[in-house]
């Protein structure tokens, strides 16, 4: 961190080839948010809001969230910020909300699905977003976990229902929210031009892409060697995903641990990702690796990618990378 503080980083991030790149940061708590300032993030991409909800003994209030989003937009200035909302369940269960053990708590009531069970407690936190970003420009909200095009416009109406209920209210709230669809699921790969249709922007949050799509948790040490980034069948989904969004001209950004990795970055340029969002303290890194390659290099490197069906040839790819700037 002390390191970080001196470490400048340049205002945009372009290749080699002149293509620019944002940066964003995912942010957990507060605290982190100066950091992201001082390397210039242009926004936050991820905003995890469970924190709040994990290290309270019940529930926080609207009015909690509130403002605690208030600050967080103090703290962001004029940087775009991204809500997640609650990622409930799974391995971040809430000791208070009293739900039946579950056996498969991965496959289980959790994230957008945790939230359309608890009406009340997403109400409570969309109406909260929506009033702290107030007045805000380029304020996002995304749903965790989304499984089908269904549960998406039940969620982005529930927005829309609570934005009337704040305007019967006359309450102050941001009308111009943009709502996006975190994917990580690979069931909406196999329907991806539905859902560009319904929402405003993507974020591919691969931590949870490549646990879903190889069956292998990503917290399970025994299954390391199961959880490859690599795979061919994890490139294509991301290629697809990207050029879906291309196509209906809306927003991807990459939100999962692959985004900061350098052996990964030229894979994800190569396919059209033009936006990354990583903890903070990889900004520096991240920014060198961009402006170290080329696009017309990393596309033809993703080409060259996404014709392996082995994953001991897609290694071999990876491995072929030439980092070095020519
Ligand atoms: C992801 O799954 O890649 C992601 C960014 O969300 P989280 O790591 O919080 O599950
Ligand atoms: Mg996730």
Not at 48 to 60: A, G
Not at 87 to 114: H, M, Q, W
Not at 119 to 130: G, N, T, V, Y
Request: net charge negative; aromatic share 8%; hydrophobic share 40%.
């Amino acid at each position: 961190e002390q390191e970080l503080g001196s470490t400048t980083m340049e205002q945009q991030t372009l290749t080699r080839d002149r293509v620019q790149v944002k940066l964003l940061a995912n942010i957990n708590l507060l605290g982190e948010i100066a950091l992201a300032r001082r390397l210039n993030a242009e926004g936050i991409g991820l905003y995890r809001t469970e924190f709040p909800f994990l290290i309270r003994s019940s529930f926080p209030s609207e009015a909690e969230q509130y403002h605690i989003y208030k600050r967080l937009f103090d703290e962001a200035g004029a940087m775009s910020v991204n809500f997640r909302t609650l990622d409930a369940g799974g391995e971040k269960t809430l000791a208070y909300s009293n739900l039946p053990k579950e056996a498969n708590p991965e496959l289980g009531l959790k994230s957008i699905r945790f939230s359309l069970e608890h009406r009340d407690l997403f109400e409570s936190q969309i109406r909260a977003i929506l009033r702290a970003a107030a007045g805000k420009k380029n304020v996002g909200i995304m749903f965790p976990l989304v499984s089908s095009i269904d549960e998406f416009i039940e969620a982005k109406q529930i927005v829309l229902d609570c934005m009337e209920t704040l305007c019967q209210e006359s309450l102050e709230f941001n009308d111009s929210i943009k709502t996006g669809v975190m994917v990580e699921l690979p069931c909406v790969i196999e329907t991806i031009d539905a859902f560009a249709r319904e929402a405003d922007f993507f974020s591919i949050g691969t931590n949870d892409l490549i646990q879903y799509m190889l069956g292998a948790d990503r917290a399970n040490p025994m299954v390391a060697d199961y959880y490859i980034p690599h795979h061919p069948a994890v490139n294509k989904g991301i290629a697809k995903i990207a050029s879906a969004a291309r196509n209906h001209g809306i927003e991807v950004t990459v939100c999962g641990e692959m985004a900061h990795e350098p052996k990964h970055i030229p894979f994800l340029l190569g396919v059209g990702i033009r936006s990354l969002s990583v903890d903070p303290r990889f900004l520096p890194r991240v920014q060198q690796t961009v402006m170290g390659l080329s696009m017309e290099d990393a596309e033809k490197y993703a080409g060259k990618m996404l014709a392996q069906t082995r994953v001991s040839s897609a290694k071999q790819v990876l491995d072929s990378w030439d980092p070095a700037p020519r």
